[in-house]
């Protein structure tokens, strides 16, 4: 059984009735069909999300963490730095560039010790996550994200 044809732009448009006396007031239609070649899409080799709470005390140590998935049927070796320039509201607690691999559909946690200087709504320290493998970002944070100091 086939399946009955949508009616096309123009035919629409032919059967619409406007203005006065039913007059039609349509210009000229086109319709063209264009065939577009198909596009292959891959699906993101990583995963990254960060957790982290939303506010903290001025001088006491609070945990975060970015969450990688490798998504590869490969092992991936990741660079990852914790980037303090513009971050003068907190002191890092740990390293602040490390490497490490990644199992293939292994998720990792790569922890992060701050401690907040200042009080307010405050930039956390960007993070950049390179893949040795692919020469690509993982993670690059333009905007940052945000975190309530205390007083």
Same mark, same amino acid.
């Given at each position: ?12 448009? !032919?059967? !619409? =009735?406007? $203005?006065?006396? $039913?007059?039609?007031?349509? $210009? @000229? ?50 660079r990852v730095t914790h980037d303090l320039d513009g971050a003068e509201h907190f002191m890092l607690a740990g390293r602040a560039s490390y490497q490490l691999s990644v199992a293939p559909a292994e998720a990792v946690s790569l922890p992060l010790e701050l @401690?907040?200087? !200042? ?9 950049? @996550?390179?893949? +040795? *493998? *692919?020469?690509?970002? +993982?993670?690059? =944070? $333009? ?5 309530? +100091?205390?007083?």
């Amino acid at each position: 059984p086939q399946r009955p044809r949508p009616p096309s732009y123009a035919e629409e448009a !032919a059967e !619409a =009735e406007g $203005g006065p006396g $039913g007059e039609s007031y349509l $210009g @000229i239609l086109c319709e063209t069909q264009v065939e577009l070649p198909r596009a292959t899409t891959f699906a993101p080799p990583f995963e990254a999300s960060l957790k982290a709470p939303a506010t903290a005390r001025v001088a006491q140590p609070f945990k975060a963490a970015w969450v990688v998935a490798n998504r590869t049927a490969r092992p991936q070796t990741l660079r990852v730095t914790h980037d303090l320039d513009g971050a003068e509201h907190f002191m890092l607690a740990g390293r602040a560039s490390y490497q490490l691999s990644v199992a293939p559909a292994e998720a990792v946690s790569l922890p992060l010790e701050l @401690i907040p200087l !200042a009080p307010g709504e405050v930039p956390l320290p960007a993070c950049s @996550i390179f893949s +040795v *493998h *692919h020469q690509a970002q +993982v993670l690059r =944070e $333009g905007l940052r994200r945000h975190i309530f +100091v205390e007083p």
